[in-house]
């Protein structure tokens, strides 16, 4: 196994219950492994989904997985590359005047209200990267950004 560090995602189905986060972060800790982000995605009938963004080996990856798998409070793991074709994320951001040039892949929704138009910005994680990268610069704020799991 390679030593090279990877970016990863890691989504986790937890019940939904007292101290199932805490579970998480320590298994991450107690290995020197921090997040890039942590995003709840989905809570309903009793289970959350978690996308737990960090760097590490491929190696340690997996042992990261196998010790999430044993806590009690974990349903399922799914370990993906960051670079992996089917990972999705969805940015939502104000400040765009305009209809944003975006990668062809990226879906743009937007909605104009009296307070300011929020436009949210939908594809593969690295296009929807590179399109807030370049919308930044131009006056752009970035309300909120997550992945997705891969379909």
Sequence with gaps: MSTITQRWFAFIEVEDRSGASAALTGVFSERGVSFGSVSTLDVHDGR??????????ERLAQVLVRTLERLAVVVSVALVRADDAGVRAVAVLTGIPSEPEVPAEV?????????????MLVGPLPSVSAAVAELRPRGATVQALTV???R
Aim: glycine content about 12%.
């Design 48 to 57: 959350g989904t978690m996308s737990v963004e960090f760097a590490a080996s």
């Design 148 to 150: 997705l799991p891969p």
């Design 107 to 119: 879906s743009v929704h937007r909605h104009d209200d009296a307070a300011g138009g929020i436009t």
